[in-house]
């Protein structure tokens, strides 16, 4: 592996381990690994991340609040049934920065430029991470004990101060996939944005508005909102709101790919946890590192999985106009809980489409032309201003930091991140990512993610081999891959327990933590079941 030389730097050696991101995970890492007192890094002027900075007013958590907090910070009001806002998440997440003390740790305003490795200087590091027999061999300890990467800082106010270099032993990932470089989509020359007379803008800029600036854009204008996730939901339901009244315009999501949306955490008057939370709804969905009995279960268990996707398609489609509007998903509820996609909707949201003020359009190939948008059916959207709902590209935001070869190894033959326990890349030296693979409680995960990580810093256990790894990270993949045709998503969310568990084993906790058989096997899971309290 190419590595510049420690030489060539002047570089801060402040801490053993760098943090890049104060955002959820970025907090989550800092507080497992306050031991070592890591200098963590944030380009803004905030903690939080897309909850700071990638929100829109009517933002709101997508769970309960016992499902998104840490294992010892509870909610004030945790039994709350209503979904807190972005503000009462980021006051949460500033609660438990503040408790903990964990803000002295992090530096403000200090982006990220570039990543450097360094760790063929020594030759400690030589036989472990850069010999070709790599990949069959042990990845090693994550202190190396010297410099493994230099990280290149500059001033978020002012792109042309000087880069500052911080070298590492160990640097925890955590800037997420979302935020930072939206995902625009690409046009057929004259086709783009260029010949619109209206006004394009991303929905990353549209959370950057306040609330007034966001209302005057949209009122009384004609919008076409592109795409159908949650951010695209919240932005076109701001939209309507803004034109009540007869001087108002409606608002058109344009819809390519449909998913299926919930309106609240209950079917059919039975709680939503029952069918996929508990360890017993989980155990008849396939998992890594099954037996061949319970390979042979789940083959057997197929109609039961199809029978519980189908009781809940069926409430959706009683509870909520999806036929009507021709927003029935072709594909089962399942593969979109397995991929992380379901997203609850705003109880005002079809109520708006009664009345006239949302529209869709199911259109897979569109462009611009000088009066709105345009469709592969020949038909025509006017438009005065189009948003592009259309997500982001994190792993170009990862790849743009990484220095070669380590960018080239962020992606398998199947466009994934093949990350151990969700977190350590089998193929890059002394760096963890936390914050790439989803699960239905994201806090949750990152969480128990970082205190297994500060356990392999801390040598209470070593990793498995490269090729171990590797194999569980196949194994994994192999699994999503069987379970929805969305697995680029990465999303362990139908057998998020079994991974929790394996965990818990690695770092010699006991897997199942209810206090009984019956909680065991009928009471969701969430932090607090994993709080070191309970290990004592």
């Given at each position: 592996?190419a590595?510049?030389?420690?030489?060539?730097?002047?570089?801060?050696?402040?801490s053993?381990?760098?943090?890049?991101?104060?955002?959820?995970?970025?907090?989550?890492?800092?507080?497992?690994?306050?031991?070592?007192?890591?200098?963590?890094?944030?380009?803004?002027?905030?903690?939080?991340?897309?909850?700071?900075?990638?929100?829109?007013?009517?933002?709101?958590?997508?769970?309960?609040?016992?499902?998104f907090?840490?294992?010892?910070?509870?909610?004030?009001?945790?039994?709350?049934?209503?979904?807190?806002?972005?503000?009462?998440v980021?006051e949460y997440?500033?609660?438990?920065?503040?408790?903990?003390?964990?803000?002295k740790?992090?530096?403000?305003?200090?982006?990220?430029?570039?990543?450097?490795?360094v760790?063929d200087?020594?030759?400690?590091?030589?036989s472990t991470?850069s010999s070709?027999?790599?990949?069959?061999?042990?990845?090693?300890?994550?202190?190396?004990g010297h410099p493994?990467w230099?990280?290149?800082?500059?001033?978020?106010?002012?792109?042309?101060?000087?880069?500052?270099?911080?070298?590492?032993?160990?640097i925890?990932?955590?800037?997420?996939?979302?935020?930072?470089?939206?995902?625009?989509?690409?046009?057929?020359?004259?086709?783009?944005?260029?010949?619109?007379?209206?006004?394009?803008?991303?929905?990353m800029?549209?959370?950057?508005?306040?609330?007034?600036?966001?209302?005057?854009l949209?009122?009384?204008?004609?919008?076409?909102?592109?795409?159908y996730?949650?951010?695209?939901?919240?932005?076109?339901?701001?939209?309507?709101?803004?034109?009540?009244?007869?001087?108002?315009?409606?608002?058109?999501?344009?819809?390519?790919t449909?998913?299926?949306?919930?309106?609240?955490?209950?079917?059919?008057?039975?709680?939503?946890?029952?069918?996929?939370?508990?360890?017993?709804?989980?155990?008849?969905?396939?998992?890594?590192?099954?037996?061949?009995?319970?390979?042979?279960?789940?083959?057997?268990?197929?109609?039961?999985?199809?029978?519980?996707?189908k009781?809940?398609?069926?409430?959706?489609?009683?509870k909520?106009?999806?036929?009507?509007?021709?927003?029935?998903?072709?594909?089962p509820?399942?593969?979109?809980?397995?991929?992380c996609?379901?997203?609850?909707?705003?109880?005002?949201?079809?109520?708006?489409?009664?009345?006239g003020?949302?529209k869709?359009?199911?259109?897979?190939k569109?462009?611009f032309?000088?009066?709105?948008?345009?469709?592969?059916?020949?038909?025509?959207?006017?438009?005065?201003?189009?948003?592009?709902?259309?997500?982001?590209d994190?792993?170009?935001?990862?790849?743009?930091?990484?220095?070669?070869?380590?960018?080239?190894?962020?992606?398998d033959?199947?466009?994934?991140?093949?990350?151990?326990r969700?977190?350590i890349?089998?193929?890059?030296?002394?760096?963890?990512?936390v914050g790439?693979?989803?699960?239905?409680?994201?806090?949750?995960?990152?969480e128990?993610?970082?205190?297994?990580?500060?356990?392999?810093?801390d040598n209470?256990f070593?990793?498995?081999s490269v090729?171990?790894?590797?194999?569980?990270?196949?194994?994994?993949?192999?699994?999503?891959?069987?379970?929805?045709?969305?697995?680029?998503?990465?999303?362990?969310?139908?057998?998020?327990?079994?991974h929790?568990d394996?965990?818990c084993?690695?770092?010699?906790?006991?897997?199942?933590?209810k206090?009984?058989?019956?909680?065991?096997?009928?009471?969701?899971?969430?932090?607090?079941?994993?709080?070191?309290?309970?290990?004592?």
């Amino acid at each position: 592996m190419a590595a510049q030389h420690l030489n060539q730097f002047q570089f801060h050696s402040v801490s053993k381990i760098g943090i890049i991101g104060a955002g959820i995970s970025g907090i989550a890492a800092a507080k497992q690994l306050s031991g070592h007192s890591p200098v963590v890094f944030e380009a803004t002027d905030s903690i939080g991340g897309v909850w700071k900075h990638c929100s829109y007013a009517s933002t709101k958590l997508q769970t309960p609040r016992c499902d998104f907090e840490f294992s010892d910070y509870p909610w004030s009001e945790r039994d709350n049934a209503n979904f807190p806002s972005h503000v009462e998440v980021l006051e949460y997440l500033h609660g438990y920065a503040t408790h903990f003390d964990l803000l002295k740790f992090v530096k403000f305003g200090s982006k990220v430029v570039e990543i450097r490795y360094v760790g063929d200087d020594h030759s400690t590091t030589t036989s472990t991470h850069s010999s070709e027999n790599y990949t069959s061999g042990e990845y090693g300890n994550l202190l190396a004990g010297h410099p493994v990467w230099v990280v290149g800082v500059q001033s978020s106010n002012n792109p042309d101060s000087t880069i500052e270099w911080y070298g590492f032993e160990f640097i925890v990932v955590c800037i997420g996939k979302y935020g930072d470089i939206p995902r625009i989509p690409t046009f057929p020359r004259n086709k783009g944005q260029e010949v619109f007379k209206g006004k394009v803008m991303h929905s990353m800029d549209y959370s950057k508005l306040d609330q007034e600036a966001a209302r005057e854009l949209v009122k009384g204008k004609k919008v076409a909102v592109i795409g159908y996730k949650k951010s695209a939901i919240d932005l076109a339901l701001e939209c309507a709101e803004a034109n009540q009244g007869p001087d108002g315009q409606s608002c058109t999501m344009v819809v390519r790919t449909l998913h299926w949306t919930v309106p609240s955490y209950w079917i059919w008057g039975l709680p939503f946890f029952l069918f996929y939370s508990t360890r017993s709804s989980q155990f008849v969905h396939e998992r890594p590192n099954q037996s061949f009995l319970k390979a042979l279960f789940c083959l057997f268990s197929s109609p039961m999985r199809k029978v519980v996707s189908k009781f809940i398609e069926s409430y959706l489609l009683w509870k909520l106009p999806l036929v009507k509007y021709g927003l029935k998903p072709e594909h089962p509820f399942l593969e979109d809980y397995a991929s992380c996609q379901m997203a609850i909707l705003p109880d005002n949201f079809f109520p708006e489409a009664d009345k006239g003020n949302l529209k869709f359009k199911r259109a897979s190939k569109w462009w611009f032309y000088d009066g709105g948008v345009e469709f592969e059916d020949n038909t025509r959207l006017e438009a005065d201003v189009v948003v592009l709902a259309t997500g982001y590209d994190g792993k170009k935001k990862l790849q743009s930091v990484l220095p070669e070869p380590f960018r080239s190894l962020m992606l398998d033959s199947s466009g994934t991140m093949p990350l151990y326990r969700g977190t350590i890349h089998p193929l890059i030296p002394n760096m963890a990512f936390v914050g790439f693979i989803e699960s239905v409680s994201n806090l949750h995960t990152a969480e128990l993610r970082c205190k297994w990580l500060s356990r392999v810093v801390d040598n209470k256990f070593k990793l498995p081999s490269v090729k171990e790894m590797l194999d569980q990270i196949s194994r994994e993949m192999a699994v999503m891959k069987r379970t929805t045709r969305f697995y680029k998503r990465h999303c362990i969310s139908t057998f998020s327990i079994n991974h929790s568990d394996e965990i818990c084993e690695e770092m010699g906790w006991k897997s199942w933590r209810k206090s009984n058989w019956l909680s065991e096997a009928f009471s969701p899971y969430n932090s607090r079941d994993y709080n070191e309290e309970k290990e004592d």
